[in-house]
T-cell receptor, first 115, second 114 residues
């Protein structure tokens, strides 16, 4: 069974600073996908970034990058130059490669960006 | 494209009532999913479908039923609502091909059972 662990229930960061949100995972699959989603207070789930287990380079999407360390089974999200609009819940998720290919989510990290 | 749409946005049910949560996607995705999110938690899979006519259970299927008669629609039925079903329900869809299978979520339905 797959498991995602996010050990930081809440984080604070000053505007314009960088912040790292931690995510570790557990799986017996050799092939898998890792995702980060943002959930603002309005409630919708917004896709941020994806990393495949065989991707050699860390994924980047604008101010978001994923620090993927396969041997340590970690997939941390780095947000550079934080903005007030980044205040939200952030969820790490893993997707099964075969079968139902559903997402397994962590419990989330609430990020608050302070001016 | 409207993406994934869900109705209603909010609903209050009394214990024992039934209702159907609607979900429609216009991206021609094969895979569709229903998740629930309890307060302060991540999402958990209720049911999923890999195509029209094919559905299967996820982690927390008890008290729910689904059907998938078309590619676009994937309704979730709650029978005999219970307070434990108070949650936010998200529908999602994705392509089946690896590399294109990011899941896209609907805006959610907030359900309260009293």
């Amino acid at each position: 069974a797959q498991k995602i662990t996010q050990t930081q229930p809440g984080m604070f960061v000053q505007e314009k600073e960088a912040v790292t949100l931690d995510c570790t995972y557990d799986t017996s699959d050799q092939s898998y996908g890792l995702f980060w989603y943002k959930q603002p207070s309005s409630g919708e789930m917004i896709f941020l970034i994806y990393q495949g287990s065989y991707d050699e380079q860390n994924a980047t999407e604008g101010r978001y990058s994923l620090n993927f360390q396969k041997a340590r089974k970690s997939a941390n999200l780095v947000i550079s130059a934080s903005q007030l609009g980044d205040s939200a819940m952030y969820f790490c998720a893993m997707r099964e490669i075969t079968g139902r290919r559903a997402l397994t989510f962590g419990s989330g990290t609430r990020l608050q960006v302070q001016p | 494209n409207a993406g994934v749409t869900q109705t209603p946005k909010f609903r209050i049910l009394k214990i024992g009532q039934s209702m159907t949560l609607q979900c429609t996607q216009d991206m021609n995705h094969n895979y569709m999913y229903w998740y629930r999110q309890d307060p302060g938690m991540g999402l958990k899979l209720i049911y999923y479908s890999v195509g029209a006519g094919i559905t299967d259970k996820g982690e927390v299927p008890n008290g729910y039923n689904v059907s998938r008669s078309t590619t676009e629609d994937f309704p979730l039925r709650l029978e005999l609502a219970a307070p434990s079903q108070t949650s936010v329900y998200f529908c999602a869809s994705s392509y089946s091909e690896i590399g294109r299978d990011t899941q896209y979520f609907g805006p959610g339905t907030r359900l309260t059972v009293l």
